[in-house]
């Protein structure tokens, strides 16, 4: 068998692996986007067909079927590529050990899930949780982080591009009321299962072929590495999700329905940070044994993930509400404000998203998890405290409280890793360009968003353009950023 040749950025010259980095980024990025754009698509066929009382119940079995998909990745969704970047393991060992070994804890969770969806949860949610299960053994699966590790994210974008055509064809033939409630999740098992195949195929040409096999010594190295992750992604789901668990607790599907529509966005914009993580991670931790360009490729990071989280945010709260009209019909307008309150976690968590990055390829997954924890606890509090008085306006504040926790967290430990404070200079050209977009859409007549959204994007590459912003993105960082 052959093992394919990992790649290395050690000897690149200066701007060059920063350069890799950017293209692994669109190439991931580009894929990730347009399959969210589809997926979006997706979602909006499912709440304007079924209505928003059973998008709610769609929207709690999926936030369920999430945190169970945590537990049955085993962590190597951000340990797996920096896994196979470093080379310690043969890469075809390390696919199949890994790969087995998630498909096996998935499927024994997907039996526990059904039995409790059926037993033990009334209609329709209890079915609806049994068969978001078959969902879960498709990605347990998966072979995407093996692609990332090997710099293959060209191939995880187009799997996902393809998944969502068929999964959104699907929606748009299968699904046309609530009766038609319970092919959802039977076709986001089929969207899941064929990514599954497709990348199973593409790494077999590159030279790894999946055997049935485990390596139990690699495995329990494994394992004992990534149970902080573990943890982590659990705590994770709490920051994300609890919010509509106390929600449905405290108050009915239909506001679930309307705030799951407000999330949807914000989870539509925020594929670009786990992207983020994902195409820094594999470069950063070859660059452990040059930490100057290490934090180059950081700070470079962060500016070019606040130029594009600025402008998402400031433009998202002034058009809240007719984008949930055209987006979703005018049914969903009441979640107008949680939309304003939510969005403003974007720049938050690009920032954030970047940083992680630091933690795991340091090695520091047990950082990570204390982040997330800290942060997990300040959203069970306030969805506690705020959610029973304010409703959805309560998870929306107890979200951009939770993140804002989880960014100054892991910007101490990243300087205790040796990453210093990205400079407040280096952010002023796109905080000066989304002022002024603000102040274009302000005065701008009533037009449609059809109008109002590129009119607004290109005010503000015109500003972050005519402030050298551009620069963030086509040249490597000064000697005096460097520094700073």
Same mark, same amino acid.
């Given at each position: &068998?052959?093992?394919? *040749? ?19 980024? =669109? ?69 199949? *050990? ?31 949780? !049994? ?7 498709? &990605? ?11 710099? /293959? ?64 010594? =690699?495995?329990?190295? #494994? ?81 070019? &993930? #606040? ?8 433009? /998202? ?37 970047? +940083? ?11 950082? =990570? ?22 409703? #959805? ?7 951009? !409280?939770?993140?804002? *926790? ?43 968003? +059809? ?5 607004? !994007?290109?005010?503000? /590459?015109?500003?972050? /353009? ?16 460097? !520094?700073?």
């Amino acid at each position: &068998m052959t093992t394919p *040749t990992l790649p290395t950025q050690a000897g690149l010259p200066g701007g060059a692996f920063d350069r890799l980095v950017l293209r692994n980024f =669109v190439k991931l990025g580009a894929g990730e986007l347009v399959s969210r754009l589809l997926g979006f698509v997706g979602t909006i066929v499912i709440a304007r067909q079924l209505g928003v009382e059973s998008y709610g119940v769609i929207g709690l079995g999926f936030a369920v079927l999430l945190y169970f998909a945590a537990v049955g990745d085993l962590g190597m969704e951000h340990l797996g590529p920096r896994e196979v970047a470093s080379g310690e393991a043969p890469v075809d060992v390390l696919a199949c *050990t890994i790969t087995f070994a998630r498909f096996v804890a998935s499927s024994i969770i997907a039996l526990l899930m059904a039995a409790v969806g059926l037993l033990l949860v009334t209609e329709p949610e209890g079915p609806i949780l !049994a068969l978001y299960g078959l969902t879960l053994i498709a &990605m347990g699966a998966s072979t995407r982080w093996v692609h990332i590790g090997l710099g /293959g994210t060209g191939a995880v974008g187009v799997s996902r591009m393809v998944v969502e055509i068929l999964r959104v064809g699907l929606l748009l033939t299968l699904v046309r009321g609530p009766d038609d409630l319970f092919r959802v999740p039977i076709i986001q098992f089929a969207g899941e299962a064929a990514a599954t195949v497709m990348l199973w195929a593409v790494l077999a040409r590159r030279g790894v072929r999946m055997r049935f096999r485990i390596d139990t010594s =690699v495995l329990r190295i #494994m394992l004992r590495r990534a149970f902080p992750l573990l943890i982590t992604n659990l705590l994770a789901l709490v920051i994300y999700n609890a919010d509509i668990v106390v929600l449905r607790v405290f108050r009915d599907r239909t506001e679930v329905g309307l705030y799951l529509a407000a999330y949807t966005l914000i989870n539509f914009l925020g594929v670009l940070g786990n992207t983020a993580t994902l195409s820094i991670l594999p470069t950063l931790s070859r660059l452990r044994s040059s930490p100057g360009r290490g934090i180059e490729l950081i700070h470079r990071g962060q500016a070019q &993930m #606040m130029a594009l989280g600025l402008p998402l945010a400031v433009g /998202g709260a002034l058009l809240a509400a007719p984008i949930l009209r055209i987006v979703f019909s005018a049914e969903y307008t009441p979640a107008t404000t949680v939309l304003q309150v939510l969005i403003l976690s974007i720049p938050l968590l690009f920032q954030r998203c970047v +940083l992680q990055a630091v933690l795991i390829s340091a090695g520091r997954q047990d950082r =990570v998890l204390q982040v997330t924890a800290w942060s997990a606890i300040v959203t069970i509090g306030l969805n506690l405290a705020l959610v029973p008085v304010l409703g #959805m306006l309560g998870a929306g504040i107890a979200t951009i !409280a939770a993140e804002a *926790t989880r960014l100054a967290l892991a910007q101490q430990f990243a300087t205790v890793e040796g990453y210093p404070r990205v400079s407040i200079p280096s952010l002023w050209r796109p905080a000066f360009a989304a002022a002024l977009m603000a102040a274009a859409l302000i005065v701008a007549p009533d037009l449609s968003i +059809l109008i109002l959204i590129p009119a607004g !994007a290109l005010v503000y /590459g015109a500003a972050l /353009g005519g402030a050298g912003g551009f620069r963030l993105f086509t040249t490597p960082a000064s000697p005096v950023e460097r !520094a700073t």
